[in-house]
């Protein structure tokens, strides 16, 4: 049995909770496990008073029911009253010094789900932070379909798992139709297994307990074996899955780790171990995993409008969102074009800044520019204007024809002027080659996947100024750098850039669902407003552009930053993060170059700090230390021998700490491993 505790609610107050815990106990202990109790908060009643003494618990009561009032009255009414104010920390201690005495601990909530246990904080949230399946309390007779769903809705609305569903009768008497018929109902229009009914039973002695439930209630679905899970899932993706950006020949010989849950900061396996998610799911989470505000607003739009097309008809979050995104770009940025990934948001910029020109009649301006050393995503358009040799070599035959920018790698070169160097000869291709040029595409000040190259200050707003010169239009791509990442909502914030066309993606939705977006100007726009006959219509757009669920998590996720100043409770956390960073850099050798900018960080690790020789890319430096990271709770990707971290913008300093120390950590055995001589076996 992997889960070890049981949160038992229940669809009203007065359902028999309490009974169903004490029947549930001594079943499981006669399948020989030790069972412990935890009723959390008490308002009236004896609930666990009366466990302690029917189980003959050794625990003291205060161990068993932390807050305590004596008004029977709603929890956080009488903890109120009685001047106590609720900790769900101490709920939490409480479990686990239970936890250290018993195989298994039920916990048993007071009323139903959505009890207040104080100011903004529910029973549901309870649940969610004890992070355990609930098992629901129903009671037989007319009304228990209705609150037995309800029930089992909010559950899964929050992501709370239900282990099973449970009749109690309280009173005795004939069954009706009603209680005859309850339980088969529940089942078929429920969405968690029947555990049984629990007859009522006069005398409440263990034996008489056990004997009226033995045949009702059946705790086995209660024991269902994550690890089998995982190793059923683990075969099916070897089998049936091909990954991305993946040697299959390694990933075969491996074991996958296969992630079933994710909340906060964390990632989670099947078998319930938690990792740091030390690159936000490459680099997209924003607020952490499964915030109720986005969660609940997925699930509310996937109820009301799944899906509907934009050609030929609008949608309300698209048009909310696309309002609201105007709102916070760059000034002159004021249309919106939709598409669901990177890739395609960096293909519409492209697309249109060339159509553009053809509209307008400039025929001859139809030349791309990018840096070396640049990503803009790998479907053929985006690999066209890449500048990374490992990812993009190999389809040269199918790109089309750009002009690369020399760019330098700000670590090993002069700094800054290589990168002032880099400026200069651009300007002088564009004196020449201006009439040609169409546009300029580059990632804002941090070249993510080349391996965090960051720019000094005032390069970006040299760039653009040559855009402006030369009259060639300006590609922001946003898609990492966007919705925070770099300290500001956008970089091309930080030297107040303001470009023709802005592509966004990872963060936008929080990192909850695909969705992209192409920003540009009124006058870019204007070039295609024509007659329809002009033939200049943007002929471009994907099935599932504008879809109104993942509309609706980016107005949730850009609602947070407003709600929970985002951007404002991240800058004690980049100080922070730089810090701790810094005294990496002075205890580990293998530490060539730290880059931050805000929470985008580039660890390059090199074989000689003094001469910044790089280790040579069969060694793998950066996958050792990242597997050897996963030991110790913390997931990483590197790009080479660049370990990268991109933690989610709502992560706490302990958070952090430990991110960092896990991966000094990993740094510190994968030297070991390196430098001890090879023993040849
Ligand atoms: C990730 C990324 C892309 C591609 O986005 P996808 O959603 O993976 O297609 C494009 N540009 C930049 C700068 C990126 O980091």
């Keep these: 049995m992997d889960n070890r505790v049981f949160f038992v609610t229940a669809t009203d107050t007065g359902v028999g909770k309490t009974m169903t815990v004490y029947a549930l106990a001594l079943l499981l202990r006669e399948e020989g496990l030790s069972v412990g109790i935890l009723k959390p908060v008490q308002s009236g009643g004896d609930d666990a008073g009366f466990l302690r003494r029917r189980l003959g618990l050794k625990d003291s009561l205060h161990e068993l029911n932390p807050f305590c009032a004596a008004e029977p009255v709603s929890p956080h009414l009488a903890l109120r009253r009685a001047k106590i104010s609720f900790d769900p920390g101490r709920v939490i201690s409480a479990l686990d010094v239970l936890l250290g005495r018993y195989d298994i601990v039920l916990v048993e909530g007071a009323g139903g789900l959505l009890v207040p246990l104080a100011e903004n904080f529910l029973m549901a949230d309870l649940a969610a932070r004890l992070d355990c399946p609930l098992i629901v309390v129903a009671r037989p007779g007319l009304g228990t379909i209705n609150h037995t769903l309800l029930t089992l809705s909010e559950a899964r609305n929050r992501g709370l798992e239900v282990a099973g569903v449970v009749i109690c009768h309280a009173a005795s008497g004939k069954k009706g139709l009603a209680e005859k018929n309850n339980p088969q109902d529940i089942r078929k229009f429920g969405t968690a297994p029947l555990l049984g009914e629990i007859p009522y039973i006069r005398k409440k002695d263990p034996l008489s307990v056990l004997a009226a439930c033995r045949k009702n209630l059946d705790s086995r679905p209660l024991f269902i074996r994550k690890a089998d899970t995982a190793v059923r899932q683990e075969k099916l993706d070897k089998d049936f899955v091909w990954h991305p950006f993946t040697q299959m020949k390694d990933w075969l010989s491996g074991t996958p780790l296969v992630i079933s849950r994710a909340r906060g900061s964390y990632l989670e396996d099947a078998s319930g171990c938690r990792y740091i998610d030390g690159v936000s799911s490459l680099w997209v989470t924003v607020h952490g995993h499964g915030h109720p505000a986005i969660t609940q607003a997925v699930a509310r739009q996937a109820a009301r409008l799944d899906h509907s097309t934009m050609l030929g008809l609008a949608n309300a979050p698209a048009a909310e969102l696309a309002g609201k995104l105007v709102g916070i770009a760059p000034e002159g940025l004021s249309k919106v074009f939709y598409s669901d990934n990177g890739s395609t948001a960096v293909e519409v910029a492209v697309k249109m800044s060339y159509q553009y020109w053809q509209n307008m009649g400039q025929k001859k301006k139809t030349g791309i520019c990018h840096l070396a050393n640049s990503y803009h995503g790998d479907t053929l358009g985006g690999v066209s204007i890449g500048g990374i040799d490992l990812f993009h070599k190999v389809y040269r035959g199918l790109t089309f024809r750009t002009h690369q920018v020399d760019f330098p790698d700000c670590y090993r070169g002069e700094y800054p002027q290589d990168a002032l160097r880099a400026v200069a000869v651009f300007e002088s291709f564009l004196k020449k080659n201006h009439v040609s040029t169409a546009a300029l595409v580059l990632e804002p000040i941090v070249q993510g996947a080349a391996g965090m190259i960051m720019w000094p200050a005032g390069i970006l707003k040299r760039f653009e100024a040559l855009c402006r010169k030369y009259d060639v239009l300006l590609i922001c791509d946003e898609v990492a750098t966007g919705f925070g990442r770099t300290g500001t909502m956008f970089a091309c ?136 990271a996963r030991r110790y709770g913390v997931i990483l990707r590197p790009l080479g021998n660049v370990i990268v971290l991109m933690p989610p913008l709502s992560i706490s300093e302990a958070e952090l700490d430990h991110l960092v120390s896990a991966l000094e950590r990993a740094l510190e055995d994968v030297r070991g491993d390196m430098t001890r001589p090879w023993c040849g076996c």
């Design 493 to 628: 914030q930080q030297e107040d850039v303001r470009p023709d066309l802005m592509c966004v993606a990872k963060g936008l939705t929080g990192g909850v669902l695909p969705l992209a977006a192409t920003l540009t100007t009124q006058k870019i726009f204007d070039a295609f407003v024509r007659p329809y006959e002009d033939m200049k219509t943007f002929f471009h757009g994907h099935t599932f552009t504008g879809n109104p669920i993942a509309c609706a998590a980016a107005l949730a996720s850009l609602d947070l930053f407003r709600k929970e100043r985002t951007l404002e409770k991240l800058r004690p956390k980049i100080g922070f993060l730089a810090r701790r960073l810094d005294r990496l850099r002075r205890n580990e050798p293998f530490v060539g170059d730290i880059r931050q900018r805000g929470f985008m960080v580039g660890i390059e690790l090199v074989e000689d700090r003094a001469t910044k020789k790089p280790f040579a890319w069969q060694k793998r430096v950066g996958v050792r230390v990242c597997e050897q």
